[in-house]
């Protein structure tokens, strides 16, 4: 599971326990600027992921690391679909972020708030 904070200007995600073995990552610091919108999206889940590299994805099980998709690179951390969360990014590494919170509402609400 996903931490998500904000931090002055930045989102900052931290991954708990395990997630950050499966992920290969512990945190992620994405400054506002670059953030999109944020979305709960419980549906994600099946969409295709494309290429594992590096990462974890054992299906109905886990989906962690970065995942390569028509030439975009996306960050997953999600084994309970229902509490997925996307947020967009322009101009990173990563165009999206599929993160596993609490309250999927509750995180978008403070992401979008931010972003205002």
Same mark, same amino acid.
């Given at each position: 599971m996903a931490l998500v904070r904000i931090d002055g200007d930045?989102?900052?995600?931290?991954?708990?326990?395990?997630d950050k073995l499966w992920a290969f990552k512990s945190s992620l610091t994405i400054p506002l600027a670059?953030?999109?919108?944020a979305t709960a999206d419980p549906g994600i889940a099946t969409d295709p992921k494309g290429i594992r590299a590096p990462g974890t994805h054992l299906p109905g099980v886990i989906t962690a690391?970065?995942?390569?998709? $028509?030439?975009? *690179?996306?960050?997953?951390?999600?084994? $309970?679909?229902? *509490?997925?969360?996307v947020v967009e990014l322009a101009n990173e590494q990563y165009i999206r972020l599929v993160l596993q919170v609490d309250d999927p509402r509750a995180t978008v609400a403070l992401i979008e708030n931010a972003l205002a």
């Open positions: 930045d989102l900052v995600v931290v991954l708990e326990g395990l670059n953030v999109r919108g690391g970065t995942f390569h998709q $028509d030439g975009d *690179k996306i960050f997953w951390d999600v084994k $309970d679909p229902s *509490k997925a969360l």
